[in-house]
């Protein structure tokens, strides 16, 4: 009977391609990675650094858990290790743990200002995260002002791991007034432009993670030059990303009245192509609704209506200007985009003055910004007050 | 084991609609993006890839206008009545090198991208081992079953690209996109050198289009089927340079698989987008793989009637796996590749002049 034989060869050579999948790992030995953190310890000599990578691990048996009274073990565990490149010191943490580090999962990177504050340093940290294949490309990455992995002790009250936390918290941006995180894929273009930037910060203070300021990145060899305050970050939200402006205060007839942003819009235009004098108008178009009043007026006429549209236009303005003036005339680079706008408008000009645009000649900080803000309110809210003089006595 | 006989196989209209894109799309797609952007600005990598698009669309009209002027014969036959039988013979086995060539190359990416984003730990050999043995098993079977097979995978691909192409809208940002129309002549005729070696391959056209049912309608069948390649090529491009940005696409490997991982669709599942992506891609290497074995069979056939068709590919099959194995990083691949698609691009223009030109001396009608 050949034709069994032949069908018997072919299962026993079936037999080598059904022993299971050659490169699996059992889920049991995986860590899955969440967060890391990246810290300069010490600089050593010939442009070498010591660094610390803290990863924050899920422990699964407590993740899987209720969370509730009596079962104190935490939902992660951070294993540090140093070295002088991430690579290695992830190659380390094997030893530390029987886990193979995963990086699939990951979804935060906190690199501390002490990695900033060294010129090239932030780039080449970043060149691992980028170039590995488990990492997914919408890692956000923070800045923090201490020590990165002391955010990552950090017990959160509903998540169950700092990283989780971070990760929602920057998700949770919409109308909350909160910065956009940046991302990895974003940074990497960033890098490749050349162009300034900046980085949102995460700080601790009292146990509790403060998310409302960022620092200020210089693009020509990617070290940090400064910060912005929280009041200034705020003026560069409604500068590049209006939508999340969040709520704005302001006073209307010796009272503070809250407007929610429901809708804004920032525009810029160059208006002067000189290259030593360049302007630029910045509009910005402001929709909100009026979501707390502290007095007894009437807002639901025309003239306390403008007035207050008045009030927010000044109030935006002004902030709009203190960001704009802190970041041309102090830092004199260009985070805010503007050169984008040249780019994407003028690309004859923009190739002229690229090279010279916040670094060298610094065309942008002897630029001038005429900003004009509309504000329009199209809610008062469902009531128009709850306390009104002269009603009492009916 | 006996394969059927292929004498009775005709293909339809909608088969050869489908069969233009099974051979080009193949594994170029995942890098086109990166190639393209490197050598124009911002978004303007399009108009390369729609000029060269429609000159490949007019080539495969021309292509298949020539074969199937001469309906229901083998191209060795109507090509030794126009330029003398050992011609005929030299052309026959250049594609029959090419179709070896072209089914290592996509064998040996699978291998290696699989090995990247899927299988670390396997390695390379057995890889390609096994796709391999997939991809003969699948050519010593009967030829209609190819096409039954094109059919099936096709939508899969067709709804997956466009899924995720309607999905990555959302990440679009139109200041990577703009500003328009910046590149330099020089940099558009570079962009078109490099566009349209991607659209290649479909030389094995010349030998297929003998199976076909209504050879009149063929020629317009087939351009057709280029369109859907221009089209899939032109918005995957838009999409790639609008979610990541001229600069980081031009420095991935493969930007098309960085797209997928790009996407976070919520909810567990749909947030790893990329291993569905994995699927049809591999099917569409799968399906210009097998074309091109299967072409270098049936060119090899027309040759030599007298060997069985299992004969024929037990001995190609060895030779496309060591093919296969040569280059020794992805450099040297990259390079291999881009040389075959030229080689493949050239031959195609020399068989398809030249035979124009003999057809028309010889008033063929």
Request: net charge positive; glycine share 6%; charged share 20%.
């Amino acid at each position: 009977m050949p034709m069994n034989k032949k069908l018997l060869l072919i299962l026993l050579i079936g037999l080598v391609f059904l022993t299971g999948c050659w490169g699996k790992v059992e889920i049991e030995n995986r860590g899955f990675v969440v967060g890391t953190a990246i810290d300069l310890e010490e600089k050593k000599g010939n442009g070498k650094y010591k660094l610390v990578m803290t990863n924050q691990l899920i422990n699964p048996a407590a993740a899987t858990t209720p969370s509730n009274a009596g079962n104190a073990q935490k939902g992660f565990m951070n294993i540090s290790v140093d070295d002088e490149s991430l690579f290695a010191a992830s190659r380390k943490m094997r030893q530390l743990t029987n886990l193979i580090p995963y990086y699939q999962h990951l979804k935060v990177i906190l690199v501390s200002e002490a990695v900033l504050s060294q010129p090239g340093l932030f780039t080449d940290v970043m060149d691992v995260f980028v170039r590995n294949h488990e990492l997914r490309r919408g890692v956000k990455v923070f800045v923090t002002k201490d020590k990165a992995n002391k955010i990552l002790e950090y017990v959160p009250e509903v998540e169950k791991t700092p990283s989780m936390f971070l990760d929602k918290l920057a998700n949770n941006g919409k109308n909350a007034g909160l910065l956009e995180p940046k991302k990895i894929d974003r940074l990497q273009n960033i890098f490749i432009y050349e162009r300034s930037y900046f980085v949102p910060r995460v700080k601790l203070e009292n146990n509790k993670i403060v998310y409302d300021d960022v620092v200020v990145v210089q693009g020509s060899n990617n070290q940090m030059v400064g910060i912005l305050n929280a009041e200034e970050t705020k003026g560069l939200l409604y500068i590049t990303s209006p939508t999340k402006g969040g709520s704005i205060e302001a006073n209307f007839d010796g009272n503070s009245i809250n407007v929610e942003t429901t809708n804004a819009k920032t525009k810029i235009k160059l208006t002067n192509k000189d290259k030593e004098n360049l302007a630029f108008s910045l509009k910005v178009n402001f929709e909100g609704s009026i979501e707390e009043h502290y007095g007894q007026a009437n807002l639901l006429t025309e003239k306390s209506l403008v007035e207050i549209e008045a009030a927010l236009e000044k109030d935006i303005k002004k902030m709009v200007e203190r960001t704009i003036e802190k970041v041309q005339k102090e830092y004199k680079l260009d985070v805010l985009k503007f050169g984008d706008t040249i780019r994407r408008d003028h690309y004859d000009l923009w190739k002229t003055i690229v090279d010279n645009w916040d670094r060298g000649e610094n065309y942008f900080s002897k630029s001038t910004v005429d900003v004009k803000v509309e504000a329009n309110i199209i809610s008062t809210g469902a009531s128009n007050r709850i306390k009104q003089k002269g009603k009492r006595d009916e | 084991m006996t394969p059927m006989e292929d004498k009775d196989l005709q293909i339809s209209e909608k088969d050869i609609v489908i069969l233009v894109p099974s051979i080009v799309v193949a594994v170029g797609i995942l890098s086109l993006p990166a190639k393209l952007a490197g050598v124009t600005i911002s978004s303007d990598g399009w108009i390369p890839l729609l000029v060269g698009g429609i000159i490949m669309i007019f080539v495969t009209w021309l292509v298949v206008k020539l074969a199937t002027s001469f309906p229901n014969q083998t191209f060795l036959t109507y090509a030794s009545k126009l330029v003398t039988k050992p011609i005929a013979i030299v052309f026959t086995l250049l594609f029959v090198i090419q179709g070896i060539i072209i089914a290592a190359i996509e064998v040996r990416e699978i291998a290696d991208i699989s090995k990247v984003y899927l299988l670390n730990n396997t390695p390379a050999e057995v890889l390609s081992l096994s796709f391999l043995l997939v991809v003969i098993y699948a050519v010593s079977g009967s030829r209609a079953g190819i096409f039954r097979l094109n059919m099936l995978f096709f939508p899969f691909i067709i709804f997956i690209s466009l899924l995720i192409i309607i999905l990555s809208i959302g990440w679009i940002s139109l200041e990577n996109l703009l500003p328009v129309f910046q590149t330099s002549i020089g940099g558009y005729a570079e962009g078109m050198k490099t566009g349209i070696i991607y659209y290649g391959n479909i030389g094995f056209l010349l030998f297929y289009m003998a199976f076909a049912k209504q050879p009149k309608k063929a020629p317009k069948m087939a351009a057709r089927g280029m369109s859907i390649v221009v089209v899939l090529y032109i918005l995957l491009f838009f999409v790639c340079i609008g979610v990541m940005g001229n600069g980081a696409t031009t420095n991935l490997i493969y930007p098309t698989i960085d797209l997928a991982k790009e996407l976070e669709i919520p909810g567990g599942f749909f947030e790893r987008f990329e291993s569905v992506f994995f699927t049809i891609w591999v099917m569409a290497i799968f399906t210009t793989a097998l074309i091109a074995l299967d072409g270098a069979v049936l060119a090899l056939q027309s040759v030599m009637k007298k060997i069985p068709k299992l004969t024929i590919i037990f001995c190609l099959a060895p030779l496309v796996y060591f093919i296969g194995l040569l280059p020794k990083d992805y450099v040297e691949l990259s390079t291999f590749g881009t040389y075959m698609a030229y080689f493949s691009l050239i031959l195609l223009f020399c068989v398809v002049i030249l035979l124009m030109i003999f057809s028309k001396i010889k008033g063929v009608k």
